[in-house]
């Protein structure tokens, strides 16, 4: 079996978070939130795959941001990798997830879905924002119920 060539790719600036140590807002807190326009990710996608068949490779893609699911066109860039049958995992945060999106999700392919815990509640919530540790804990027992692995 060949082996996977992995990449993270930032696909969107945009969050419901403005965490402490966030690179994307380390220096200005009023920047431009940008995304990768869809006819871009189309060509990106293109190179992933023609590099990795050169490569004899399997490309596998971290989806990240900001929080992925906020790129305006997250759902075609979902059907997409399905289409492309590319592996990938999500790198966001729980606010968006509930039942529906999560059943979507593992319906694309999504194999694992990451979120972040900074520690106990107190510490987490001053890193990210009140009430993510709970929304967090919760979000875990979504994803598992949608048979998504959570990392």
Not at 18 to 33: A, P, V
Request: hydrophobic share 35%.
């Amino acid at each position: 079996m060949k082996e996977y060539f992995a990449y993270q790719w930032h696909i969107t600036d945009y969050c419901d978070q403005r965490c402490k140590h966030c690179y994307i807002f380390s220096e200005n807190q009023d920047i431009e939130l940008l995304e990768t326009p869809y006819d871009q990710v189309v060509a990106t996608l293109n190179d992933i795959e023609i590099m990795c068949q050169k490569d004899g490779k399997i490309p596998y893609i971290y989806l990240t941001g900001g929080d992925p699911i906020l790129h305006t066109r997250f759902w075609d860039i979902m059907n997409l990798f399905k289409k492309h049958q590319i592996a990938f995992t999500i790198l966001g945060n729980p606010f968006h997830l509930n039942d529906e999106i999560c059943r979507r999700l593992k319906a694309v392919g999504c194999l694992k879905y990451q979120l972040s815990l900074d520690g106990l509640k107190e510490t987490h919530d001053y890193f990210r924002k009140p009430g993510s540790f709970d929304w967090t804990l919760e979000k875990i027992k979504c994803l598992k119920k949608a048979g998504i692995k959570v990392a």
